[in-house]
T-cell receptor, first 109, second 112 residues
Framework: RKEVEQDPGPFNVPEGATVAFNCTYSNSASQSFFWYRQDCRKEPKLLMSVYSSGNEDGRFTAQLNRASQYISLLIRDSKLSDSATYLCVVDSGTYKYIFGTGTRLKVLA | NAGVTQTPKFQVLKTGQSMTLQCAQDMNHNSMYWYRQDPGMGLRLIYYSASEGTTDKGEVPNGYNVSRLNKREFSLRLESAAPSQTSVYFC???????????FGPGTRLTVT
């Protein structure tokens, strides 16, 4: 089993749709969780940190379920500019971070 | 405030040649990382430096060496490049363990 698993997609959704991504992790000792966005051939950029209480930033909501060891990202009212690959990242507790392979999102006009 | 910078942006090497990828950060971060990204593989950790003066192997260290020159700079060296090292290389830094990482723009390396 991979340490961090994501559905690779692609998710093709129309503009205005709501889309949700899930990510599962295997290390129960992990304490920090993140969603990054990566555009084609560019560096990953931090989208959101994920907190135990859940957090929201505009159209984006992130949730953490420690008992089931998964994190989620919800995007409401999708825009064309949201088209990208979304990476789930989990810390290993020893300065190292484990990256999922990413979920591709394409928002269609 | 440039964040994390990497040089060069692109490089083509012949098998057996050597080169050094440079990375610098101006955020006074303690930890720095080198990753490679291949299609369908996600980011894989090559080496990291938890703090100035320390370096440790990551998931795929074979064929690479690193130097943490000072707090700002962390270089990655390929002593004898192989076609399997064709990849996109990203440098990242973080203030401390568990903090968010900031990435440089990447180096696209092709080994023929």
């Amino acid at each position: 089993r991979k340490e961090v698993e994501q559905d690779p997609g692609p998710f093709n959704v129309p503009e205005g749709a709501t889309v949700a991504f899930n990510c599962t992790y295997s290390n129960s000792a992990s304490q920090s969780f993140f969603w990054y966005r990566q555009d084609c051939r560019k560096e990953p950029k931090l989208l959101m940190s994920v907190y135990s209480s859940g957090n929201e930033d505009g159209r984006f909501t992130a949730q953490l379920n420690r008992a089931s060891q998964y994190i989620s990202l919800l995007i409401r009212d999708s825009k064309l500019s949201d088209s990208a690959t979304y990476l789930c990242v989990v810390d290993s507790g020893t300065y190292k971070y484990i990256f999922g392979t990413g979920t591709r999102l394409k928002v269609l006009a | 405030n440039a964040g994390v910078t990497q040089t060069p942006k692109f490089q083509v090497l012949k098998t057996g040649q050597s080169m050094t990828l440079q990375c610098a950060q101006d955020m006074n971060h303690n930890s720095m990382y080198w990753y490679r990204q291949d299609p369908g593989m996600g980011l894989r950790l090559i080496y990291y430096s938890a703090s100035e003066g320390t370096t440790d192997k990551g998931e795929v260290p074979n064929g690479y060496n690193v130097s943490r020159l000072n707090k700002r700079e962390f270089s990655l060296r390929l002593e004898s490049a192989a076609p399997s090292q064709t990849s996109v290389y990203f440098c990242a830094s973080t203030a401390g363990t568990g903090d968010e990482q900031y990435f440089g723009p990447g180096t696209r390396l092709t080994v023929t």
